[in-house]
């Protein structure tokens, strides 16, 4: 049991459509990552929220937003789907000042067609 | 060139043998190193981590670091059939910094 948890598990889309993701974080993190991973390669930082704000924001048009509620929970929103977007997305919650690695939660495929 | 590199593989060992992955980066204000395991299909499961030079054990797992040459390393002993994933390694330069990620190295045990 990681702590973190993610929703949908599964998620097929048009291409245009927009879509949600979830993320519920390991009680007491402060801190929320987002990840996208393709097939084949390895997981490209999205951006990061910590204390509702964005607080670094990778390689990523603007179409991929975020939120922090207070809770520390989050959502990924994507605009404007296309087929590329199609990966596993993941989320990993830690405390600002950590120097360890992240703990993913289960991820969340989405399939854009 | 990418920030993090590791060989894509396959690397294809025997049951029982040593297998041996390594990883190469570029920042060299890169502070903290990290070694996860991806079985397919399942997300990324934190294995290793090591932040000073020199190797790290944790039963059959190895971590070697060397800041110097910018590289990291993950030694697998008496590799099981279970140990066949896609191995990822992750740097990190600061505390609560992102972790920058190689494209992982598949690794396939042979009973």
């Known amino acids: 049991e990681t702590g973190v948890t993610q929703s949908p598990t599964h998620l097929i889309k048009t291409r245009g459509q927009q879509v949600t993701l979830r993320c519920s974080s390991q009680s007491g993190h402060n801190t929320v990552s987002w990840y996208q991973q393709a097939l084949g390669q390895g997981p490209q930082f999205i951006f990061q929220?910590?204390?509702?704000?964005?607080?670094g924001r990778g390689n990523f048009p603007p179409r991929f937003s975020g939120l922090q509620f207070p809770n520390y929970s989050s959502e990924l929103n994507v605009n404007a789907l296309e087929l590329d977007d199609s990966a596993l997305y993941l989320c990993?919650?830690?405390?600002?000042?950590?120097?360890?690695?992240?703990?993913f939660g289960s991820g969340t495929r989405l399939t854009v067609v | 060139q990418k920030e993090v590199e590791q060989n894509s593989g396959p690397l294809s060992v025997p049951e029982g043998a040593i297998a041996s992955l390594n990883c190469t980066y570029s920042?060299?204000?890169?502070?903290?190193f990290f070694w996860y395991r991806q079985y397919s299909g399942k997300s990324p499961e934190l294995i290793m981590s090591?932040?000073?030079?020199g190797d790290k054990e944790d039963g059959r797992f190895t971590a070697q670091l060397n800041k110097a040459s910018q590289y990291v390393s993950l030694l697998i002993r008496d590799s099981q059939p279970s140990d066949s994933a896609t191995y990822l390694c992750?740097?990190?330069?600061?505390?609560?910094?992102?972790?920058?990620f190689g494209g992982g190295t598949r690794v396939l045990v042979k009973p």
């Open positions: 990993a919650s830690s405390l600002i000042m950590e120097s360890y690695g992240y703990t």
């Open positions: 992750a740097v990190k330069k600061a505390a609560g910094n992102k972790l920058t």
């Open positions: 920042d060299r204000g890169s502070q903290s």
């Open positions: 929220y910590y204390r509702e704000e964005e607080n």
């Open positions: 090591i932040y000073s030079n």
